[in-house]
């Protein structure tokens, strides 16, 4: 069972949307800023580098504004940067009035996590990489806990070769204490067996923090992304409640069945309303576009509740 409805203008972004000729767009960030839906895309040049681009629609289906320019391109001179930018999240703080943006920096020694801010999607404010390679898929959440920032990423080492889902704390977004396991990736025949990555910022809500994640199997003709759900403590996000067993969207639609990397749903960007708690999974397909799908942040958590297992019981 599929939780998430596909848009049916999907994909709703292409290159061929774009003002200069790319390659792909895809796997974007999302967010509001007042009515308008801003998602900062992931658009790979047709050299091969990523940059991150923004487009903005006044119902975040359709009417899309593409920028003319990028919005954060990578420096040739840095070599922590000088191969792209990939994979934007975007958290907006209330505590700082910005839009905290996470993504990947990529340069030779590997990919990065990489920060930077901005109040309005035109400034830009970069503060560099704040995660050694390799590590990626990095989300803040909104608030502080005692004092403390809380930034979940995806470390991988050689003393710990598995990819997980980790979360460091800081005072200050800049000095990070040693990471802390949050979700592992389950063993031999899962679908989220290979490796794990969070996706959008989790969403508060009054039962934990929503996560909705990526998860992959890695198959005979390559690798399979799906989507999963957790729930996470409140007061205590390292703490994992609820998992669900299940995946709530898998590659279908020939979009993502075939493209640059086949079989991916990758999602980095979610909007609620927080009225109706109607939600738009904005996603990556196949590498190649963007698309979007609905669901409801109580159904999501229905699942969670009966369709879930506690904790990481499958370590």
Not at 2 to 22: C, G, I, K, M, Y
Not at 203 to 231: C, F, N, Q
């Amino acid at each position: 069972m599929e939780l998430f409805t596909r848009h049916a203008s999907n994909p709703v972004l292409t290159a061929d949307h774009w003002p200069d000729p790319v390659n792909a767009v895809f796997n974007p960030g999302a967010t509001l800023l007042g009515d308008t839906t801003v998602l900062l895309v992931r658009v790979e040049d047709r050299c091969g580098l990523s940059h991150l681009w923004v487009a903005r629609s006044a119902n975040g289906l359709d009417g899309w504004a593409v920028d003319p320019k990028p919005f954060l391109s990578p420096n040739p001179d840095i070599p922590t940067e000088c191969w792209g930018f990939e994979d934007p999240r975007i958290t907006f703080v209330g505590e700082l009035a910005t839009y905290v943006i996470t993504c990947t920096s990529y340069g030779p020694s590997g990919p990065a996590v990489y920060l930077a801010s901005t109040p309005d999607f035109v400034s830009l404010q970069r503060h560099g990489v704040v995660m050694p390679p390799e590590d990626k898929n990095a989300a803040l959440l909104p608030c502080r806990f005692k004092g403390d920032w809380l930034l979940f990423h995806r470390p991988v080492s050689t003393t710990h070769a598995s990819a997980d889902v980790w979360l460091s704390r800081s005072p200050d977004l800049a000095s990070w204490r040693a990471p802390e396991p949050v979700l592992r990736c389950r063993a031999h025949g899962w679908w989220d067996a290979a490796r794990i990555g969070i996706g959008p910022p989790p969403i508060e809500t009054p039962d934990g923090w929503l996560v909705i994640y990526h998860g992959v199997r890695t198959t005979m003709s390559g690798s399979l992304y799906r989507v999963g759900l957790a729930l996470l403590d409140l007061e205590n996000p390292v703490l994992v409640r609820r998992r669900s067993d299940e995946w709530v969207l898998s590659p279908q639609a020939p979009y993502e069945r075939v493209g640059d990397v086949p079989n991916v749903v990758f999602p980095c960007g979610a909007v609620v309303d927080p009225t109706s708690g109607d939600l738009r999974l904005y996603y990556g397909a196949a590498d190649t576009s963007v698309c979007v799908a609905t669901s409801n942040v109580a159904e999501l958590l229905e699942h969670l509740r009966t369709n879930g297992a506690a904790a990481n019981a499958y370590e």
